[in-house]
């Protein structure tokens, strides 16, 4: 095998040699199914997870608002999910691919959304009307502090209103989940493994029963899930990503089928946890490349970072929080001096000793 050949070749074991067509059921297992939704974006589908147990269905994220993804879902309620009530429905995370239609769902079903509390109030945060004009401020002391000019930061402040779009509503309430806290859904237990740094309090799902283990967006086969420091965040979220992958790793044995949020169920858990680890050693490697030819504001180490790819506006914002949670880690870990220089967020390399 030459090296081209070797690089397409994915390092995880694919568990089905099948990809569902959108919106249609794929049983996996029995009382498992794998449902697939289409997205309008150049991540164009999401997975979802459907169980059936004797008295009802169990749905596992609800897709995004999208006029072809409501047509499925018309299409489901009318065909196989006619015959039993929907007994359950858990959403993993806020983003609005996950849960943009929970409202949706909620209201058809009449049972509550399940999803933990840091997660929901991420999404309130975000589509609360009265907070618009404290997350306009944030956004722009986010982008002058990260050294994008004004043009830039107004069309950046722009394409990120659109939460409210993308979730149109929000379930009434919700009730609350825990990571550690063990749920019976189609007719089997899960125990809630959570995962941070993607996003608040990600809940994944482990059956130890029948070995499944629903990743969501923590552990993907083939991509690696955007860790951002966004605005008005704290903390440090590569930092948390990284202490998730050792506690998944610590919970979930190696042989359990994974079930993603993209791409393909698949087996290799413990690999591909070793490979996400890489990931992110190899990206501060590229950092300290970048830092070491100077001083150098966020925008512009995000550029020395992606320069293998051209960056669309609409792929700036992942782009810039993911540089600035690699930046922040290694600033909370004295290996990168942050200083504030005329309304600009300079980041440098800490001087080591002879």
Not at 125 to 138: F, K, Y
Not at 142 to 159: F, H, P
Not at 209 to 226: E, M, T, Y
Request: proline share 6%.
């Amino acid at each position: 095998m030459n090296n081209a050949a070797a690089a397409r070749t994915p390092s995880y074991i694919p568990a089905r040699n099948f990809i569902p067509d959108a919106g249609k059921l794929a049983e996996l297992l029995p009382g498992l199914s794998w449902l697939r939704m289409p997205l309008p974006f150049e991540l164009n589908h999401i997975n979802l997870w459907l169980m059936e147990s004797q008295t009802g269905w169990t749905i596992i994220d609800t897709g995004f608002n999208y006029a072809e993804t409501l047509q499925h879902w018309d299409a489901l309620f009318a065909g196989p999910l006619a015959a039993k009530p929907v007994e359950n429905i858990f959403v993993t995370h806020f983003h609005p691919d996950h849960f943009g239609l929970a409202a949706m769902l909620e209201k058809r079903a009449s049972i509550p959304v399940q999803m933990t509390q840091l997660e929901f109030d991420a999404a309130r945060r975000l589509t609360d009307v009265s907070n618009a004009d404290a997350l306009e401020r944030q956004y722009r002391t986010y982008y002058t502090e990260a050294g994008l000019d004004e043009d830039l930061r107004l069309d950046m402040i722009a394409r990120r209103f659109g939460y409210r779009k993308m979730v149109p509503a929000l379930p009434a309430s919700i009730a609350a989940v825990k990571p550690g806290q063990s749920v019976t859904m189609g007719g089997h237990g899960w125990k809630i493994v959570g995962g941070y740094g993607h996003c608040p309090e990600h809940a994944c799902l482990y059956d130890a029963a029948r070995k499944i283990f629903i990743s969501g967006d923590i552990v993907l086969p083939s991509i690696s899930p955007n860790i951002s420091l966004y605005p008005g965040s704290s903390g440090d979220p590569v930092g948390a990503y990284l202490q998730s992958l050792d506690d998944i790793e610590k919970q979930v044995p190696d042989e359990v089928m994974v079930l993603p949020s993209h791409g393909v169920p698949f087996f290799g858990l413990h690999k591909r946890l070793a490979e996400l680890r890489q990931h992110h050693m190899r990206r501060f490697d590229r950092l300290r490349e970048v830092l070491s030819q100077g001083p150098c504001t966020a925008f512009e180490t995000m550029k020395g970072l992606f320069a293998h790819r051209e960056l669309a506006a609409g792929d700036i914002f992942f782009a810039l929080g993911e540089t600035l949670s690699h930046l922040t880690h290694e600033v909370l870990r004295s290996r990168v001096d942050r200083t504030m220089k005329d309304g600009l967020a300079v980041y440098s390399l800490v001087k080591t000793g002879a």
